[in-house]
Structures are given as C-alpha cells and as structure tokens.
C-alpha cells in the first residue's frame, strides 16, 4: 500500500512538473513553441493554436514552453534547453528586440531554423515574423479610437506591458508617430507610458497611479491583454469617468465592454491569437521542409489558405501578417467571448 502510495504521488509529481513547464509533446520535440510568459492566458490561446495546427499536420514532436516571467532571462534559459535537446525550430514570441541576440546565434548555428510569432526580434535573428497584424493598422486603430473616446481632445495615457516588449513598443511608437503627422490629433496629449510588465497586480498599481497622477485624464489605452483586463476592473470598481481601449481578449473583456457609464471600456481591437499559434506552427514545418527559407516572396499553405512572406516596411526581411486587427463592441462581444 504504501508503495502505491509512493509510486502515485511520484506520478502525480512529474505530471505537474510537466505542466508548469508547458511540456505538451511526446517523444522527443522537433517544432518547439515560446511564448512571453506563463499566467496569461492570450499566450494559452496562441500554445492551443499551436499544438492544434501541429495534430492537424500529424505531428507528434513537438513541446511548448511558458517561461515562468515575461523576461530575457526567462526566455534565454528555456531556449538553452530546447537547444541542448535538439530541436528543429523555435517559434518565438520575444520579451525583448535584441537582448536575446547572442542566445538564438547559437541556436541558429545548430542549425534551429528561428521565426518569431507576436513579437519579433532584430531581423538578422530570426528568418521569418508571424505578425498578427500591420504595426501601422494596430497603431492607427489605436490612435483613432482615442480620440474618438476623448472627443477629440484631452489628456491620455498608454499602459502597455514589459519597457522591452518589442510588439508594444512597435504600436505606441506607431501611434506616437500618426499623431504626429496629422495635425488632427494635436488636442491629444499623451501624458505617460506606464509599464504594468504583464503582470495583473502591477498592472492595476499603474492604473491606480495614473488615475492618481492625472485628474484631468480621459483615456487609457492598454495594447496588452493583461494591462487593459487590469484597467477595466480598477475603472469600473471606481465608476470612474475615465474611459478605457486597447487589445484585449473578449473572453476576459466581456463584462467591461459598453456604452454607458456602468462600462469603462467602449471598444477594443485584438485579432485571434489561435491562429497566430496555428500560423507559427505552419510556418515552423514549412522552414524546416525547406518549403520556405524566410526570404520575402515565398509561399507556404495554412489549410486552404495561401500564406505569403512580404518586406517588413525598411528591410529585406520577411514578416507574415496574418489579417487586419479586428474591432470588439457591445454589438460582437457576446459572440466573441465564448471563442477566445
Ligand atoms: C499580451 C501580450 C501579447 C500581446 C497581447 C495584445 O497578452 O503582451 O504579446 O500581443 O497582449
């Protein structure tokens, strides 16, 4: 008895070991998937798409990684280790633009055939982008949705998730830059990017401060998932007057969306995060067929669809969009909420 005792709790042990680092695969892993971080569940989304799109292709071998923060650090000791288990590609979503240069080298030498999916990395280190959509569409639908929630006018602040991410950085410098440009945004003021890291706690400690900082402030807007879902919370608790937007998972969102006071947050935008997982897993296969080498031109199938890699605006490198960011109401988000 109590060696069944013994050899159930060794059991249930190394089942949870294996969930907390994220191992889906069986066998030895060939395709490996990284996202930012645990504990969120957009990075959940994509992992499902992921794995999905990897059966769907009737492969086995491959695993999925959660680093325990959204750090470099993180993201450096995971890879090391699909390294030294000899993987055939990383699909990586990164925390940082350059601090994991040196670390995807080495994999690159092995021969690990490197792409990004929601957050790049420089160009030179990796050979393809899965990018959910147009940093210029994000940052336009951003921009506009603040000045059509402040009327036009009045103070606004940005929280956005870790200072390094690269995708956030990409859209608020997008928005910063089109509201340059356009004289009709000049009654906008952007009175602070806060950084709530991913993290719901400090997240909310940001908004509480911004609201604190800034009596005059009409609109928050949040291009992370987990900032915008900590946001709506503090707003609505305090039936504050300031209003909400972002990127945000409907399924965590439902409850704030609407149009009257009761609600902080009018609208939002995001795109389906089970597809980018799923486009990264085809690109993954394709790199590692040699039915794509990451040069801009190539074509490569997602089911039916035809996926193409097009110039990322200034270089020569390719970058794959997957589709325009989608806008989320009171009118859709009911439908939404059960999908993602
Ligand atoms: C968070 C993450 C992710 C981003 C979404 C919008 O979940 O920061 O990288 O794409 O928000």
Request: aromatic share 6%; net charge negative; hydrophobic share 45%.
């Amino acid at each position: 008895m109590k060696k069944l005792t013994a050899l159930l709790l060794v059991t249930v042990m190394a089942a949870a070991i294996l969930v907390s680092c994220g191992g889906a695969s069986s066998g030895s892993a060939e395709y490996a998937l990284v996202t930012k971080a645990s504990g969120n569940a957009y990075n959940e989304k994509e992992a499902e798409g992921f794995v999905a799109a990897m059966k769907a292709q009737g492969i086995t071998s491959y695993v999925v990684k959660h680093p325990e923060k959204a750090t470099v650090d993180a993201q450096i000791a995971v890879i090391n280790s699909l390294i030294a288990q000899g993987v055939k590609s990383i699909a990586i979503a990164a925390n940082d633009a350059n601090a994991l240069s040196a670390t995807l080298k080495s994999a690159k030498e092995k021969g690990i055939k490197i792409l990004t999916l929601d957050s790049d990395v420089a160009v030179a280190d990796r050979l393809t982008f899965c990018n959910q959509a147009g940093v210029q569409e994000v940052g336009q639908a951003l921009i506009d949705a603040v000045y059509d929630i402040a009327g036009g006018a009045g103070e606004y602040a940005i929280l956005s998730a870790t200072s390094q991410a690269t995708n956030q950085n990409a859209w608020i410098d997008a928005m910063k830059a089109i509201a340059a440009a356009d004289s009709k945004y000049k009654d906008l003021t952007l009175v602070e990017v806060a950084y709530g890291d991913d993290e719901p706690q400090k997240s909310t400690d940001q908004t509480q401060a911004l609201l604190q900082k800034y009596p005059n402030l009409k609109v928050i807007c949040a291009p992370t998932t987990v900032g915008i879902m900590a946001a709506a919370k503090v707003l609505q608790d305090k039936k504050s007057t300031v209003k909400l937007t972002g990127l945000g998972l409907p399924s965590e969102m439902a409850a704030y969306i609407g149009d009257d006071a009761d609600h902080s947050c009018p609208y939002m935008f995001l795109w389906n995060p089970i597809d980018l997982g799923k486009l990264a897993a085809y690109a993954s296969v394709a790199l590692v067929k040699g039915d794509i080498d990451g040069t801009v031109g190539g074509t490569f199938m997602m089911g039916e669809t035809q996926y193409k890699l097009t110039a990322v605006e200034g270089t020569n490198a390719s970058g794959i969009i997957l589709g325009p960011p989608f806008k989320f109401d009171p009118a859709n988000i009911n439908e939404w909420k059960e999908v993602y």
